[in-house]
């Protein structure tokens, strides 16, 4: 079953950028995507459209069965609890501990107690930070942090998660053991995930679906793709 | 159970991010308490006056007097034209004998005078005394009863009442017009300490919008926030109006200058004054909170 399904979007920015061209296509359940392109190419706009950053100016995008274009201001966090999103600069509150940090994401949506401690718990178990949880951000290298961060987005049981370059900070060898987490996270939890990337390393070694962007267009959206140069 | 754990959250919230911009609070709650006491000091001025107005107003009558040869016949149809003037809310008739008596019964020099008049050389005249139902609109009445055949004279004290009438309202309007110029200041600088708490908050705020936080959830604890501000604020002004106004009763024996102007009684006025002076400091800190809030999270 499609998770996602996005029909003729296009997204053009108020200055008259045109970001993302009649763009259709679909995501199942439980599949692992990376959307790869140059700079410019709308990778990020298309991220931000699925959790509702940006708008599209034409076509639908259903997620989850929430039709997202259609979704007003005030409802966005309907969406949004149904899903987990990373960013490149993880986004994490300084001043608060790595448990506060993923248990805030459960506070503001008003859980108990007692569910907030056994979901951040686990959620801290799956990216392997569990006796690291009283330190704060700083104390942590940058994969750490990301780590908190995938942590936080996933802590509520999401079906799908989405990532804008995690790994855009880090070097090789951290990035890989982010890929693992991601790559875990989807097999255990059969999270979806839709990852933005420019990383042709990490997309070889992944061997996922591969979404191609150039210039706003769909170029190619393969099974077991890689990151192919003259497309891009 | 979940609103509740919210609401608990937001208020911790709140008293948080008071102490944290403490100097900045402390501006808004100065802010307020001069606002609120002036506002305290018009509530209070302007409750006495009204309550005084209505009480001159009660005691306000117009008194006719008719042509000395005027017949019953005459009375008679003065009566049906008074009774056909809208504004007037009730009318007592005395005729010449019963004026005489009150008279007499009034001092002993009219008594002795009056005594050895009889009814037909009498100077006296036939009376109405009429209530009017708006007195606003006396001299208006005064004027249509003017007009009706046989009434010689038409008496309501007429300067005297106009003048202090006219007074009262211009010192309400006046200050009905800074009470609102102060409110309005007030609302900015609470506006001001929001957006403040906000921009420090603001890393915080985007993170509750990508996991998932209702704008509801966003906005309560700064509108909380701001209502904290507006309760510390009327803590001085609350005790301000209630001694304030107790010493004043005290001081002055409950009236002000004559026997003419009477005080209102400090119980409970003091405590609806100062109720509202708390849901005025609240209202106002949630308004400044609520629109600064709102300018910012894009809600």
Request: hydrophobic share 45%.
């Amino acid at each position: 079953m499609d998770l996602i399904r996005i029909r003729n979007v296009e997204k053009k920015y108020k200055n008259g950028v045109t970001a993302i061209y009649d763009l259709s296509l679909a995501i199942e359940k439980g599949a692992f995507v990376f959307v790869i392109g140059g700079s410019g190419s709308g990778k990020s706009t298309l991220i931000k459209m699925l959790y509702r950053e940006e708008k599209p100016t034409q076509g639908q995008i259903i997620v989850g069965g929430l039709d997202v274009a259609k979704l007003k201001n005030k409802k966005v966090y309907k969406l949004r609890r149904k899903l987990g999103i990373v960013f490149q600069d993880y986004r994490l509150l300084m001043k608060q501990t790595v448990y506060e940090n993923v248990a805030f994401a459960l506070e503001v949506i008003g859980a108990p107690k007692d569910e907030i401690r056994q979901k951040v718990l686990k959620a801290l178990e799956d990216v392997g930070l569990k006796n690291k949880i009283h330190n704060y951000p700083e104390q942590l290298s940058g994969g750490e942090q990301q780590r908190v961060a995938i942590a936080r987005a996933i802590v509520n049981d999401p079906k799908l998660l989405l990532c804008d370059e995690p790994t855009g900070n880090l070097d090789p060898e951290k990035s890989m053991e982010i890929m693992q987490v991601l790559d875990d996270i989807n097999k255990n939890r059969g999270t979806t995930i839709i990852m933005a990337t420019h990383d042709k390393e990490i997309v070889n070694r992944m061997k996922k679906q591969v979404i191609t962007l150039k210039d706003g267009h769909l170029v190619n959206f393969k099974k077991k793709g890689t990151y192919n140069n003259e497309a891009v | 159970m979940k609103l509740f754990r919210m609401l608990g959250r937001s208020i911790r919230d709140a008293f948080k991010s008071v102490i944290r911009n403490f100097s900045l609070s402390l501006a808004s709650i100065s802010c307020i308490t001069i606002t609120l006491i002036i506002v305290a000091v018009a509530i209070i001025a302007s409750l006495n006056v009204q309550n005084f107005t209505k009480e001159i107003e009660k005691d306000l009558t117009i008194v006719v007097f008719l042509d000395t040869d005027a017949t019953d016949k005459d009375v008679e149809d003065v009566t049906e034209k008074i009774k056909k003037i809208q504004n007037i809310e009730s009318y007592t008739f005395k005729d010449k004998v019963e004026v005489k008596e009150q008279m007499q019964l009034e001092s002993d020099v009219f008594n002795a005078v009056l005594e050895n008049w009889d009814v037909e050389e009498s100077p006296l005249k036939h009376t109405f005394q009429i209530k009017v139902k708006e007195v606003e609109k006396i001299s208006e009445t005064a004027t249509k009863l003017k007009s009706i055949d046989k009434i010689s004279v038409v008496r309501y004290g007429e300067g005297m009442v106009d003048k202090l009438i006219n007074a009262f309202s211009s010192i309400e309007k006046v200050t009905y017009g800074i009470v609102i110029a102060l409110i309005v200041v007030t609302i900015f600088l609470i506006i001001n300490t929001i957006k403040l708490t906000i921009d420090a908050r603001k890393r915080a705020i985007g993170i509750m919008r990508l996991v998932g936080a209702s704008n509801f959830t966003i906005r309560t604890p700064f509108i909380i926030e701001g209502m904290v501000l507006g309760l510390l604020g009327s803590i001085i002004p609350v005790i301000f109006t209630t001694y304030g106004y107790l010493a004043f009763y005290e001081h002055f024996n409950g009236y002000l200058f004559t026997k003419l102007i009477r005080l209102i009684e400090p119980e409970p006025f003091i405590y609806t004054t100062s109720l509202i002076v708390v849901g005025i400091g609240i209202m106002v800190g949630m308004i400044g909170s609520a629109s600064a809030v709102k300018r910012y999270l894009k809600v």
